[in-house]
């Protein structure tokens, strides 16, 4: 009977414990060996969570932009004949667009470079390589809150070519953008506000030293990840402007090919907030914030790059092991 009592107060201060934090049980036992997968999951996903509120509650303090200041829609200059005339006005003659080699090396070594919303596209490309080409040589580098407009916040330049010279991955993935519709300073020292010409010429150039320096690295393939279309008007506005500033870097370089994401959670041209994976599955594909992805809209985004690689020979589906 005393043994019974002992059993029964054991059990209650365990429960106790548990149900006092959920979240922290979660992550504890997530790592251990008798965690499901939906257990891992939702330990994943309360990370998740807690970089989104870090970024969030980070943003919140380091911008002072008034938004409501900003040019309407109707005030500011068609976005392909603006972005055509910067970089014109950057480059004395035109360049003949290098030809993109056929690739048949298999690589093994995968880097995933960007801000938070690579932490989510990079945990589930990890897990794609893993399962489908055995490829378990993977690394995230991400940095909450950062991209390459506030260099002075978080140097992408001295940060990648650190990692590079580290890790030496053959194939680099990029994705920037979520945080760089701000205000800019050139490299003149000049402010430059976001939507004007003088922007557009800022960014390029940002973006422009970027691609040179991933070019002119050990690295034999990158794929730079443009944004898809977000439910968020503001984003809605400025990404296709950045995807097309990311498009032209890529031009200059046969190492570098752009990926456009951009159609994937549209139908008639417009967001659609719950889309079809390549299996059929239906899923919302956007948290609310208009930029980071659920494990869903991931998975999606992820097999898209996959296929690309596929088709450019990067991957190839191991043989099975034979009895």
Known sequence: MRDREILLIVTSVILTLIFSNVSLFLKSFSSTPFASPEIKQAARQLEIDGFRKSEQDFWSKIKDINFDSLPKKSELPPVKTEIKSAIESQKPAKKATPTKPKLT???RKFL???DSVMFDLGIQLQYTLKKKYNI???????KVSSGL????YYDWYARTSQIINDYRPDV???LFGANDPQDITDYRGKYRAIATQEWQKAYQERVDKYAKLLDSSSVKKVYWIGQPISNKSRYAKYFPVMNETYKNASKSSAKIEFVSTWDRFTEAGKFVPVVADK???RGYVKVNDGVHFTSHGAKIISDLIVDQMARDKILKTPKKKTL
């Open 136 to 142: 378990a040589d993977t690394k995230i580098d991400y």
């Open 112 to 114: 995933f470079i960007g």
């Open 279 to 281: 299996s059929g599955k």
């Open 105 to 107: 090396v298999l690589y």
């Open 149 to 152: 407009n506030r260099i002075d």
């Open 172 to 174: 680099v993935i990029v």
